[in-house]
Each structure stands twice: as structure tokens, then as C-alpha cells.
């Protein structure tokens, strides 16, 4: 157990709505990370949130945007939802940015869309 | 970030020690070696990293070449709940991301 926890765990959209998942980081972490894995292949980067700003993002359109709250907390939202959203979606929290520090995983929010 | 190269998979026998090789050739000295393992359907979870030295924890052992361009995780005793995949990372120290490749799949069988 990492202590980071992620909500829901399952979730059905169809095409074309909005999603927002949720991340409640580890004690004492201010950095939460989020990642798109789909079937069968390994975690992708989707971004990276350290003191409620955006630090880092990876090759995702603008449509995945996220916040992150003065208790660290996080969110993913994605708009006009498309199949291939369809994924496990992963949360990390680290305790600062950069640096090495090890990020440390939640169990993931599985999203199904139709 | 470098990129890793891992067999896709490996099995291993039921209180063996599973030895998982990571090629890592492109390395620069401020890259850090990580390695995860993600039991199916569940997050990620971290083992171990390294810089240069050799690392144990109660997990695992990370041993890193003298030139860093490849590493081997040992499980000393595997156990059927082993059974992962297993990714090797590379990931700058000052990096905000993982970059995870395909992973070793590792079958502990007993």
C-alpha cells in the first residue's frame, strides 16, 4: 500500500463526454504525476502537477487538462472523450519534483468508453 | 531519458533467485536506474533504483555494470506472487517523468 488513492476505480462514458478522475497523494507528498495505460502496454506520461502548476507534459492533446488543490490533491479531466481514451488511468505522488525522487503509484482508475 | 531494452520474458522456478537484465547503452551520468513491477491490473509498484553503486533493499538487489550501460534485478527467493511485469527505467534526476518501455514478464512457477 502507498497511501495514494484514486477515484472511481471503474468508469463507463461514451464518445464524446467529459471525465474527471481523482488522486489524493501520499502524506507528506506535493508532487502527483498522472499516466494513460492502455491494454497491454506500459504506463505514458501524461503530466505532472508540483505546487498546483503544471511541471511537465507529455505528448497529450489539450483536451487531457488537470488541477491540482493546496492539499496536494489532484484531478484528471478529459473532454470530448474519444475510443481510444478507453485506459487505466494512474496516478503517482512523489514528495518534490525533480531531484530523483521515486514516485509512488495508486490503483489506477480503469475507464471504459463506448 | 535513455532507452532501456528487456526480454519480454522469463521464467523463473519457485524459490530461485530471478535475475532480470536491463540494457541501458545510451545512459549519461546523471540518469538514475529504476525498476517497477506491476502485478496485473493494479498500479505500478516501485522496487528499487540506482546511480551507480550496487543497491538492496528487502525487496530486491540492483546490480549496476562498472560503464552503467546495463543492469540485472535480483529476486533472491521468487515466489508464485512475483509473477509481474517488470519495467527497467532511466530517468534523469532533475526528469519529472517515467518513460516505461514493454517490461520483462516474469512467470515464477512452482
Known amino acids: 500500500e502507498t497511501g495514494v488513492t484514486q477515484s472511481p476505480t471503474h468508469l463507463i462514458k461514451t464518445r464524446g463526454q467529459q471525465v474527471t478522475l481523482r488522486c489524493s497523494s501520499q502524506?507528506?507528498?506535493?508532487?502527483v504525476s498522472w499516466y494513460q495505460q492502455a491494454l497491454g502496454q506500459g504506463p505514458q506520461f501524461i503530466f505532472q502537477?508540483?505546487?498546483?502548476?503544471?511541471?511537465g507534459r507529455g505528448n497529450f492533446p489539450p483536451r487531457f487538462s488537470g488541477l491540482q488543490f493546496p492539499n496536494y490533491s489532484s484531478e484528471l479531466n478529459v473532454n470530448a472523450l474519444e475510443l481510444d481514451d478507453s485506459a487505466l488511468y494512474l496516478c503517482?505522488?512523489?514528495?518534490?519534483?525533480?531531484?530523483?525522487?521515486?514516485?509512488?503509484f495508486g490503483p489506477g482508475t480503469r475507464l471504459l468508453v463506448l | 531519458d535513455a532507452k532501456t531494452t528487456q526480454p519480454p520474458s522469463m521464467d523463473c522456478a519457485e524459490g530461485r533467485a530471478a535475475n532480470l537484465p536491463c540494457n541501458h547503452s545510451?545512459?549519461?551520468?546523471?540518469?538514475?536506474v529504476y525498476w517497477y513491477r506491476q502485478i496485473h491490473s493494479q498500479g505500478p509498484q516501485y522496487i528499487i533504483h540506482?546511480?551507480?553503486n550496487n543497491e538492496t533493499n528487502e525487496m530486491a538487489s540492483l546490480i549496476i555494470t562498472e560503464d552503467r550501460k546495463s543492469s540485472t534485478l535480483i529476486l533472491p527467493h521468487a515466489t508464485l506472487r512475483d509473477t509481474a511485469v517488470y519495467y527497467c527505467?532511466?530517468?534523469?534526476?532533475?526528469?519529472?517523468?517515467?518513460?516505461f518501455g514493454e517490461g520483462t514478464q516474469l512467470t515464477v512457477n512452482p
Open positions: 503517482a505522488s512523489s514528495p518534490s519534483t525533480g531531484g530523483g525522487e521515486t514516485q509512488y
Open positions: 502524506s507528506g507528498h506535493n508532487t
Open positions: 502537477y508540483y505546487r498546483e502548476e503544471e511541471n
Open positions: 545510451t545512459i549519461s551520468g546523471n540518469e538514475y
Open positions: 540506482g546511480l551507480k
Open positions: 527505467i532511466v530517468r534523469e534526476t532533475s526528469g519529472s517523468r517515467l518513460t
